[in-house]
């Protein structure tokens, strides 16, 4: 049996909301979002994701983070990005990490990267790792371990080998 929702202009639809690749979902809270389905997140379009407010991210839950393509990924804003939260991006899969593009890495706020786990680092391409600054380096310095410690290592090693320039 599905239930019945109350939208904001006293409609009624069957939970999950019904969405098309033209349904304008700008005006989505964190609750309707986290009522869709992985397969609605995973039809969404590029343009619907960028369009998502940045306060309704929250409601992505972890399979449904699982289910955004990189494309989808990738069409999320520099701010979008910054409020996700460490659980949404340890969601992530090795694939999706890699896909984030370089702004994206920029984006992410220092609390978001030192809760990335060791796995992840590894996936972040040379460019990704141009991208990070001190301070988003430094964050994975977090007490939690060893492990996070020689990742950040090796991070800073692959950001320095990736600045150096080619021989000739």
């Not at 996070?148 to 080619?166: I, K, M």
Request: hydrophobic residues 40%; positive net charge.
């Amino acid at each position: 049996m599905s239930t019945v929702s109350v939208v904001g202009n006293g409609g009624l639809y069957s939970s999950p909301p019904p969405v098309t690749s033209t349904t304008d979902i700008s005006g989505f809270t964190s609750d309707e979002i986290r009522s869709l389905n992985a397969r609605q997140i995973a039809a969404l379009t590029t343009t619907q994701v960028a369009s998502m407010a940045t306060d309704a991210l929250a409601g992505l839950t972890n399979r449904q983070m699982q289910a955004l393509a990189v494309s989808q990924l990738n069409a999320l804003t520099k701010p979008q990005v910054g409020t996700l939260s460490s659980g949404q991006l340890n969601a992530l899969t090795s694939d999706q990490i890699n896909g984030i593009t370089t702004t994206q890495v920029a984006a992410l706020n220092t609390t978001e990267l030192a809760a990335v786990t060791t796995a992840q680092l590894a996936q972040f391409s040379a460019n990704q790792m141009q991208a990070l600054t001190t301070s988003q380096i430094a964050a994975g310095c977090h007490p939690g371990g060893r492990a996070e410690h020689d990742a950040v290592r090796r991070l800073q090693r692959q950001r320095s080998w990736a600045r150096s320039p080619t021989p000739a």
